[in-house]
């Protein structure tokens, strides 16, 4: 007799099946999220080490691998196209990722936004040395950045009151421009302080003092919990000098000198030069010229070089002072105290830099060249040193051209983009009558050049185009020089 099989033992094999194939296909999805996570992790520490062709490689096999098209992913290796050199191909993900006009991924939309906020901050740059010394709005442009800001997220909100900040300036609305930094600050206490900066320059007092007042609580707390916090004490001086609580400021800086004794760590030597740095804004707040108010900037002066005998700031207070006039005397004991670092032997390169400028404008040729070229000699890495030396030789009774030209060439190799120093290669090039070399050097700084800088170098291009016998054009600067430019000589 034949027994008869269970119907649960003839669906047995069919079951067997769908097992094996549902754990093949288990195993191969994992394995397929392993490899995607793998690749996301060498991707994702690739662009941690700047390592952005590797990273490209690593998001592209992601991109094979996955089934679905993770926004995520396509934004790292837009980050590493764009890092690794191939812009056309960062820029054709970000702009899939975030269009201008739909929804996309909101991180992508961020990127976006910062991109364009870059970009318009540089062209502002430009534009703001240029003819009318303003900043060029690209309207439709800052529309784009707020409709990309608006789908953005809210992720990283401090990264985002910034870009809101941004547009904000842009648009002429200090008060929300003021409102986000103050969210911002919020998030981060330590950023009240750029905050209330921020209130100065958009003259904004009522902000200020808010502000102010969140960085005074912050920094004192800090400065409590621990006394060697030296960039938060000061930090909190920066708060007083807006303040003008010039004596707070003052003393909660020597505190901190006292405190760190003759420790000579970098901490300290910023200690000190806040320390000086206070006693020149305190010389600002003196505002007469008189025997006393003058005996009291000295005495200011004194102590601020004390402080730090290597603060520029100092020097250019002490030129500034010395150029301003006032008496015979006056002028003489601004020389003394210079006379006096060299002699004690501290920042000897830049009281020797500084009497050269002080003998220039006194019309003492001889000595302002030969405490130049001591400065030179004892610094010779100074390029704001070598510029003047290079005037100065070119300007001489007996100019020395080619050694002029040598250093202004070297103190360009250092800062190629000064246009100071662009401007003195420029004269030296016409007294030498090197006219082509210096036209090329000329125009080529002009769009940079600012408005009060203009008519000089337009007069400067009108000689030159005359030398080279371009009347037309040499008549068309002399007329953008105007009446006030005067000729090189």
């Known amino acids: 007799m034949t027994r008869k099989r269970s119907p649960y033992l003839k669906s047995l094999p069919a079951f067997v099946v769908l097992v094996v194939y549902c754990v093949i296909l288990g195993r191969s999805l994992w394995i397929q999220d392993s490899i995607l996570g793998r690749y996301r992790e060498l991707g994702q520490a690739a662009i941690e080490k700047s390592e952005f062709e590797l990273a490209r490689t690593y998001y592209e096999r ?278 006096q670092q060299v002699a004690t032997g501290k920042s000897i390169a830049m009281a020797h830099f500084t009497l050269g400028c002080a003998n220039w404008v006194d019309g003492n040729r001889d000595s302002a060249v030969w405490h130049t070229e001591r400065a030179l000699e004892l610094e010779p890495r100074m390029s704001e040193v070598m510029n003047n030396f290079a005037w100065m030789l070119a300007h001489g009774e007996s100019p020395d051209l080619q050694r002029a030209l040598t250093f202004i060439d070297a103190a360009l190799a250092k800062n190629p983009n000064d246009l100071r120093m662009r401007d003195t290669k420029g004269v030296i090039l016409m007294k030498m009558q090197r006219w082509d070399d210096a036209l090329t050097e000329f125009e080529s700084i002009l769009p940079m050049a600012g408005a009060s800088n203009r008519p000089a170098m337009h007069q400067k291009l009108a000689e030159i185009y005359s030398a080279l016998g371009r009347k037309a054009l040499a008549d068309l600067h002399r007329a953008e020089a105007g009446p006030m430019a005067q000729p090189v000589r």
């Open 62 to 339: 992601v991109a094979q691998v996955a089934k679905k098209s993770d926004p995520m992913d396509d934004l790292n290796l837009a980050i590493a196209a764009f890092k690794s050199g191939d812009s056309d191909a960062g820029q054709s993900l970000l702009d899939r990722l975030a269009p201008d006009d739909s929804f996309g991924f909101p991180r992508a939309h961020r990127l976006k936004a910062m991109q364009l906020v870059s970009k318009l901050m540089s062209a502002s740059r430009v534009a703001s040395s240029s003819v009318a010394d303003n900043l060029t709005v690209d309207q439709s442009t800052w529309d784009l950045v707020r409709v990309h800001l608006s789908r953005s997220g809210q992720d990283d909100p401090v990264e985002l009151a910034d870009l809101w900040t941004a547009y904000y300036l842009a648009a002429g609305k200090p008060s929300e421009a003021i409102a986000q930094q103050i969210k911002a600050s919020q998030f981060k206490p330590d950023r009240w302080l750029a905050t209330a900066q921020l209130c100065i320059r958009l003259n904004d007092e009522n902000q200020r003092k808010r502000a102010s007042q969140q960085a005074e609580l912050y920094f004192v707390s800090k400065v409590k919990d621990n006394p060697f916090d030296h960039s938060s004490r000061i930090n909190l001086a920066r708060v007083f000098i807006y303040d003008k609580r010039f004596e707070e400021a003052d003393s909660i800086i020597l505190q901190g000198l006292k405190i760190a004794g003759n420790d000579s760590s970098p901490a300290v030597l910023e200690l000190r030069r806040a320390a000086s740095e206070i006693l020149l804004l305190q010389i600002d707040s003196v505002p007469g010229n008189s025997d006393t108010d003058l005996s009291s900037k000295h005495q200011l002066l004194v102590k601020a070089i004390e402080l730090d005998a290597n603060n520029p700031m100092a020097y250019q207070k002490m030129l500034a002072m010395f150029e301003s006039g006032g008496s015979v005397e006056n002028r003489k004991k601004l020389i003394k105290i210079l006379e």
